[in-house]
């Protein structure tokens, strides 16, 4: 194994062991309707026109992929995508979940219609690496579906906050939030023969009072709550847990002293045209 191989291994253990630290069905509650919108958005059209034409059952195979078993398991899929394997597992054969790297998918060249990712892979390090991998395993034909968290939005300034208090990444890791710039995906997708659009929309947040909801993502959303432990005995916690919240007050837009503040997302399909 070369050095950057060995480092690159490394930083993965350390996200798998990071989001399995929380409660991500916790967390995957409050976004399910990222996934959900990925299926209106083209999947279930591309179902419903297949049923039209060939009757209310179709052959094929449902494939759901995590990077850590022990993330949330189940249905949850990657970051809520529930709605979209229940949709699919109703009209195909029964699915599976796989525990693999999204950079390294365990799937001959185009062996699916759709390739969906819910809030997933904006955490893998290598951005073209992964762009690359889910051309491959798309068939001519087939449309890649990806719902990210808008680099500007709610959760996008989130991270935003929390990288002072993190130790900086290496450098051939690219920022999350960066698939959450429609010019960050264009450039991924360059090389590759696929027809990009986006839209992007916004889901809500919502809890008792800002302090409710960052304590309770602190308890359960894995990165969070990783930063607390690291953070708390060094007396930085309060600091990054003050910041937090003053940037969710700023975007409440609930009027009744409750909080709720809208997240927004992009959505891109890349289709790879016959």
């Known amino acids: 194994m070369s050095p950057i ?7 993965k253990d350390a996200h798998r062991k990071t989001w399995a630290s929380g409660d991500y069905a916790r967390i ?10 990925l299926v209106e958005r083209d999947l279930h059209a591309g179902l419903a026109r297949a049923l039209a034409a060939g009757g209310e059952q179709l052959g094929g195979e449902v494939r759901g992929n ?44 185009e062996r699916f219609d759709y390739v969906l990712s819910s809030l997933g892979v904006q955490f893998v390090p290598r951005h073209e690496v992964v762009s690359s991998e889910l051309v491959r395993v798309c068939r001519t034909g087939g449309t890649i579906v990806l719902g990210n968290w808008a680099a500007d939005g709610y959760i996008g300034r ?32 360059a090389d590759y023969p696929v027809d990009l659009t986006s839209e992007r929309y916004a889901l809500d947040f919502e ?12 308890d359960y ?40 503040a809208p997240s927004e997302y992009l959505v891109t399909l890349a289709r790879k045209p016959t």
């Open 5 to 11: 191989t060995a480092e690159i291994q490394a930083l």
């Open 28 to 37: 995957a509650e409050l976004v399910t309707e990222v996934g959900e919108r």
């Open 158 to 189: 989130f991270w935003t906050i929390m990288g002072p208090y993190l130790p900086p990444p290496p450098d051939y890791a690219s920022p999350p939030a960066a698939w959450g710039r429609s010019e960050h995906v264009v450039q991924l997708f």
């Open 221 to 260: 959303y894995g990165p969070l709550l990783q930063a607390r432990n690291k953070l708390t005995p060094t007396g930085r916690w309060e600091a990054l847990r003050d910041e937090l919240i003053a940037l969710s007050n700023e975007m409440n837009a609930a009027g009744d002293g409750h909080f709720r």
């Open 66 to 109: 995590d990077l850590s078993a022990s993330a949330g398991g189940g249905d949850r899929g990657v970051a809520g995508t529930r709605g979209h394997v229940q949709y699919v597992r109703a009209r195909l054969h029964a699915g599976e979940w796989l525990t693999a790297d999204a950079e390294d998918l365990p799937f001959e060249d």
């Open 207 to 218: 809890a008792d009072s800002a302090e409710v909801f960052i304590d309770t993502l602190a």
